[in-house]
T-cell receptor, first 116, second 114 residues
Framework: DAGVTQSPTHLIKTRGQQVTLRCSPKSGHDTVSWYQQALGQGPQFIFQYYEEEERQRGNFPDRFSGHQFPNYSSELNVNALLLGDSALYLC???????????????FGEGSRLTVL | AQKITQTQPGMFVQEKEAVTLDCTYDTSDQSYGLFWYKQPSSGEMIFLIYQGSYDEQNATEGRYSLNFQKARKSANLVISASQLGDSAMYFCAMRDWTGNQFYFGTGTSLTVIP
């Protein structure tokens, strides 16, 4: 049973560039959330995708955008990179419940982005 | 606004001893979920234990138990019989009433000493 897989694992960009991070959810999961984890901090919610739509968004600027594909995989795009965007980007998948409550999150190992 | 507070940046425990990691939370929601995750150096967040706000019994999962004190808004993690492999960062998290967003604390670094 494949868990959550993310790519790339590490990447280095320069200020102003754009980056795309990819995520395949755990088998059977239909919901993907993205989190940003700065060094020494806990993860912060960026947004969540379900049924190919953004369901909820955290306090992140429009430079952060995403997409979910029919196979439930997802991409996170960040435009006009800033030094402060350097962080570990974690993808988490879950199974949407009819109650509306997201179940426990299963995380990938993350994509570590360094902006120079 | 939701907030998770973990006041212990680092903790040390002797192998085979028990350790308690503290977590307090702040929310005005009646319905919420509390989670603990372990993050080894690989970066992956590993789910450990869950407690629902309406659960009257404290959650247990193997060597992990959650000491839930609703009136005090605390959800401490207890790890019994610590093992060397328990050395990692531990994060307390809360799922809000919408069920879509998780709020994480700043984490506690646990080191198990042989």
């Amino acid at each position: 049973d494949a868990g959550v897989t993310q790519s790339p694992t590490h990447l280095i960009k320069t200020r102003g560039q754009q980056v795309t991070l990819r995520c395949s959810p755990k088998s059977g999961h239909d919901t993907v959330s993205w989190y940003q984890q700065a060094l020494g901090q806990g993860p912060q919610f960026i947004f969540q995708y379900y049924e190919e739509e953004e369901r909820q968004r955290g306090n992140f600027p429009d430079r952060f955008s995403g997409h979910q594909f029919p196979n439930y995989s997802s991409e996170l795009n960040v435009n006009a990179l800033l030094l402060g965007d350097s962080a570990l980007y974690l993808c988490a998948s879950s199974l949407f419940k009819t109650s509306g409550q997201t179940g426990e999150l299963f995380f990938g190992e993350g994509s570590r982005l360094t902006v120079l | 606004a939701q907030k998770i507070t973990q006041t212990q940046p680092g903790m040390f425990v002797q192998e085979k001893e028990a350790v308690t990691l503290d977590c307090t939370y702040d929310t005005s929601d009646q319905s919420y979920g509390l989670f603990w995750y372990k993050q080894p150096s690989s970066g992956e967040m590993i789910f450990l234990i869950y407690q629902g706000s309406y659960d009257e019994q404290n959650a247990t999962e193997g060597r992990y138990s959650l000491n839930f004190q609703k009136a005090r808004k605390s959800a401490n993690l207890v790890i019994s019989a610590s093992q060397l492999g328990d050395s990692a960062m531990y994060f307390c998290a809360m799922r809000d009433w919408t069920g879509n967003q998780f709020y994480f604390g700043t984490g506690t670094s646990l080191t198990v000493i042989p």
